[in-house]
Structure formats: C-alpha cells, structure tokens
C-alpha cells in the first residue's frame, strides 16, 4: 500500500439541482489526522457518506486503502471505520452487547474475538459499563462506545463524522487523546468537526465552503489562504460569506 | 456461509425480547381474536326474533307455526292482531322475521287447494334472512311432501334425498373461523413486525452504522425475520390449542404437515412485511402500506365470504393473496384431515410465494442512504 490512505478526485455529488460536493480532490496520507472543516451545508457529511459507501458519488474517484468506492465499495467497508454524527447504536442493548454485535458483523470470532474486544473496552476505559444499556450512556461515554465498535476489526482508516457534538469538554479532550493515539498507531484519520480548538489539533485540515475545497493546508496555512488571522476569523469569514 | 447471519440473529432476538409491549400484543392479539370471534361471530344464525299474524286461527295455522318454532331458525316473540302491528315490530327491530297466517289457510287445506302462508323477513342482513329464507322453504317442502302422500294414498316419496354434511356435520361456525383465524392472525401480526424492522433502524439512525459494515443485503434480510419465525409458530400453537380445547374444533390430520405448511407461509408473511419495509420512509407509512395490503387478504382469501361467492375478477385476484392458499391448507388439514397429495399445489405456491417476496425485498433494498 503507498503511503496514501485517501484519494480523492474530482469528487461530485448532486442532488437534483442542488451540487453537495463539487470537484473536490485532495489526498490524505497515511497515519495523518485530517480535519474537514466548514460551515452547515458546506459538503462534509456528503463527502464522509460518499467515502464509506453510504452515497454513490455522481462524479469522480475515490480510493481508500488501494480500493476503488465505486466498483469495490463492499471491499472498502472491511478496511473503515465510520462514525456518523446521529449516534448510532442500538439504544436497547448493552454496552457489551453492541461490542458483540459488531465483532460478530466483523468476523470477530472465538478467542481473537474476545482478546480483541477486551483490547478495545480497555483502550477506550469502558470496562465499568459493559453492562449498562446504551440508552443510559452519556454523550462521551456513547460517543466511546461508537468509536469502540468502529474501532474492532483494525480499521486502517477512520471517518468521524462530529464524533464530538454534544459531549463535554474533558470527554473531548480524551477522545482526542485517542484520536492521535490511534494515528500514532498508523490509523489514518477524516474528521469533522465545528470546535476550532479540535481542528488547531489535525495535523492537516480542509475548509470547505457550498461544496467546494476553499483551503488546505496546516491550521495556520488555511487561517492564512481564507484570510484570517486565526482559524476562527477564517471560519467566520467563510460562514458569512456562505450566507449572503 | 452466511458468517453474518447469526450475530444478525442474536441482536434481533435480544432487541425481540426486551420489547416486551410488540410481544406481549403479538402474543395477546391471538388470544383476544381467538375469543371474539369464536364466541361472537356465529354465522349459523339461529332463533331468529319472529312475530305471528295469525288470522285463520284454527288448529291447523297453530300447527303449522309451531312447525316453523321447531327448526330452531325462529323464535315466536309476539302474536299481532293485523298488518300493522307485525309491520311496526319489524321496523323498530323487535322482530326479523313475520309469519302471516291468511284467514282461508284452514279451509282450503280441507278443500284440496293450495293454501298460502307468508313470510315477511327482514332483509337488511343478508347473512341471517338467508337462514330464516332456507328454515321457511323447508318447512314448505315438508308440508307439501306430507299432503301429496296423503293424497296419493300413502305412496312412497319418489326421490329420498339424503344430504351428508362432511367435514363438519355440525355445521359449527368455529370449525370454518378457528383455521382460518391462524392464517389471518399470523398475516396481521407478521406483516406488520418486519414492515417496521427496516425503517426502524432507518428512524433511530441505526441503519447507517450497520450499513457501512460489510454485513450483506441476504445476511441482514434473514437475520431480521428468522426471530419472528418462532413468535409465528408460537401463535399458531396458542389459537390452535385454544381452539381445540375451548371451542372444540376438531384436529385431523397430520400435525408435522400443518406445522411444515405453516413454517413457509410463516416466511412468506414476514418477507412480505420486509418488501413493505423497503418501499416507505417511516413507520407510520409502513403501518398505512401495511394496512392496505392486509385487509384484501383477510376480506377476499375466504376466510369470511366464501370465495366461490365472488365475482370472477375477484376470484383471480384472490389466487395472488398468500392466505387464500395457506386457508385451504389449514382447513384441509383440520377439518379433512388430507395429506400431502391433496395440498401439494397450495404448498408449492406458498413456497413460490416465500422465495420470490424474500428475494424482492433483498432486491429493492440498498446499502446506501438514498
């Protein structure tokens, strides 16, 4: 496998007469985090749905981990994990139920199975609440789990999408703390995200705007190319912009 | 094959028994069915509400009206002295039926003519007069047949017609409505359960997560019916012991082959259910669709209105609706005790029925979100 996990190409998705993503092209390297970034409506969710096979794109490429999304998108499924902003998980089973469930939807079977689950509920601190019904979880603890089973079968890449809407700040912080664990690890990681402070911690970032790539660069890089002295100015700028 | 299928079958199971509200009323609506409709639809209708005009007054016309009282289909309720009076009592629903005894009955009886004697029957209800209808021409054919012999010297009737009511020669209504409550009970129930299981997940933002995964269309189809499988075979013991044990309705045949027979049309109902789930966007639409799918079956299969009472058009259609076989099965098997030579062709369609709705849902479903 080269060194880059996501190749993306004149990607395209319509929606009727209105252009979600237009022409987007850009490469995401091996073991990077890269943060998507942009107002409402600027193509993020549409861009992370086309990526994992969740909506066929109108135009252009994409190749995650070697595989083609349009002629391989069953194969790409294997090799990601996703997170969607919605949690979710099944609310009426247990923490330790819904681990389960997607091992098993995964191949996870038998010892490998089980080493592999408790490598996960140990990594993300769960062990405490394998028992509790999803539906009681809290935002951080749900949004852990999430991740957990997004996380089981090794997923050489991973796409969030808002995994931190809704969940309080020290949760954040751990949860980012896992996210560049697992790029250390040499996981390449797609991420959305609103909080500027999370996106001053990609490695790299996009900034989308009405579909269309406006900046790409370090968080410095793209302040700079919007026009902005900080990230926040260069999303400001761009939010009202969008919005005239 | 099929890796996925289990893991997908253990979830639905689990998530199957913690809602225990859906499986509390897919157990309870076949018992509370069961009881409504074996208590309180009897079509064999009986004592009908009859008001007497009799004006001959002799001991011939009371003869006559106690002969109509034992048929059992009339029960005298009042004697009115003129037209009137039996009019307003079958208006004000007090009476279904009138007897009209004309002032000559007796006197041309004695002469050698033919005396008359009317029936006023009300008609609004079809399913009832038609008893009233049958019960009055038959005393008639009795009368008649009585004074030609006399007449004749006491000859023998010509033609003795011996009439054998198989199957059911009690002509009991629980032994038509209990069969063919199982196929309307598990068509009602199971349609509905799996129309849900898709555009529920689709709803609470499930669907999304599991559909990234590489769980294939067949896995993820098979592992939402297979749960309720059982809950199917459960209510069809539930209405068939209830059925055998209160309202007495006889077991026949083989118990293996009406268990096989009901494990197809079983799967057939519930892939029906998830075609409905691949066609709506939530579950109210799905309730709708569901709805308007059922109700043909339970109105135009036979298991309220003979078929062979239908219009042709409605014959044919009828031939689509899994349930009209599926009926023909269970009373067969319940009531004739036939074995498999009889059914085969209804058991091949149910089969065809079960393969091709299971195959369209897995068709028409996608794993993407639009």
């Not at chain 2, 029960?75 to 009019?87: F, N, T, Y």
């Not at chain 2, 083989?254 to 268990?259: D, P």
Request: charged share 15%.
């Amino acid at each position: 496998m080269s060194d880059v996990a996501v190749d993306i190409r004149q990607l395209t998705r319509r929606f009727g007469a209105l252009t979600a993503v237009s022409g987007l092209t850009l490469q995401i390297a091996r073991g990077e985090v890269f943060g998507l970034l942009g107002p409402n409506g600027s193509g993020k969710t549409t861009t992370i749905r086309m990526l994992c096979g969740l909506l066929d794109p109108t135009d252009g490429t994409a190749i995650i981990a070697g595989l083609d999304v349009r002629t391989a998108a069953e194969r790409v499924k294997m090799q990601i994990g996703y997170m969607s902003q919605r949690f979710g998980l099944y609310e009426d089973l247990t923490v330790a139920e819904n681990l389960e469930f997607y091992g098993g939807i995964y191949g996870l079977t038998g010892r490998a199975g089980a080493d592999r689950t408790a490598e996960v509920v140990e990594f993300l601190g769960i062990a405490g609440r394998l028992g509790q019904l999803a539906a009681q979880l809290s935002g951080g603890w749900k949004q852990r789990l999430a991740l957990g089973c997004a996380l089981l079968h090794r997923p050489p890449v991973l796409f969030l999408d808002e995994p931190t809407a809704g969940v309080d700040p020290a949760a954040r912080r751990n949860f980012w703390q896992a996210i560049h664990d697992l790029a250390h690890g040499g996981t390449t990681v797609l991420v959305t995200t609103h909080y500027m402070d999370e996106a001053e911690r990609c490695d790299r970032l996009a900034m989308m705007s009405l579909g269309h790539l406006i900046a790409l660069g370090s968080p410095a890089e793209v302040a700079a190319q919007v026009g902005g002295k900080t990230l926040e100015d260069a999303f400001i700028i761009l939010q009202e912009r969008d919005e005239r | 094959m099929m890796p996925r299928f289990w893991p997908m079958f253990r979830k639905e199971f689990i998530q199957m028994k913690r809602d225990r509200l859906t499986l509390g009323i897919m157990i309870g609506i076949p018992v509370v069915q069961l009881l409504m409709f074996g208590y309180a639809i009897q079509t064999d209708v009986r004592h009908i509400p009859t008001v007497v005009l009799d004006q001959s007054r002799t001991p011939e016309s009371r003869d006559l009206i106690a002969a109509f009282e034992n048929t059992g289909s009339f029960r005298i309720v009042a004697h009115v002295d003129g037209q009137p009076g039996l009019d307003a009592a079958i208006e004000r629903g007090h009476a279904q039926a009138g007897i009209i005894v004309p002032p000559g009955y007796a006197r041309d009886l004695g002469r050698g003519l033919t005396a008359t004697v009317q029936i006023v029957i009300d008609a609004s209800d079809p399913l009832s007069s038609q008893s009233a209808l049958a019960a009055a021409a038959g005393v008639g054919q009795v009368r008649n047949l009585g004074a030609l012999t006399a007449a004749a010297g006491g000859a023998n009737a010509a033609i003795d017609v011996r009439i054998r009511p198989r199957y059911n020669p009690g002509l009991r209504s629980p032994n038509y409505i209990v069969p063919g409550l199982v196929g309307v009970i598990l068509t009602l129930t199971l349609v509905l359960v799996t129309a849900m299981a898709i555009v529920r997940e689709r709803e609470r933002g499930t669907l999304e997560q599991l559909i990234v995964t590489p769980i294939t269309k067949t896995e993820l189809m098979l592992g939402k019916i297979a749960p309720y499988i059982g809950v199917g075979i459960v209510q069809m013991t539930a209405v068939l012991t209830l059925g055998r044990f209160v309202f007495d309705v006889p077991f026949s045949g083989s118990l293996v082959l009406l268990y096989g027979v009901s494990l197809i049309f079983v799967i057939a109902s519930l892939s029906f259910g998830l075609f409905i789930s691949t066609l709506v966007q939530n579950q109210q639409q799905a309730m709708q669709v569901s709805f308007f799918f059922v109700m043909p079956n339970i109105l135009l299969s036979g298991f309220m209105f003979p078929r062979a009472a239908m219009p042709l058009p409605f014959q044919w259609f009828s031939e689509i609706l899994p349930l009209t076989h599926y009926l023909q099965v269970l009373r067969g098997i319940l009531l004739k005790g036939v074995g498999i030579r009889a059914i085969w062709p209804q058991v091949l369609i149910l089969c065809g029925f079960a393969v091709g709705l299971i195959t369209l849902a897995v068709r028409r479903f996608h794993k993407t979100l639009d």
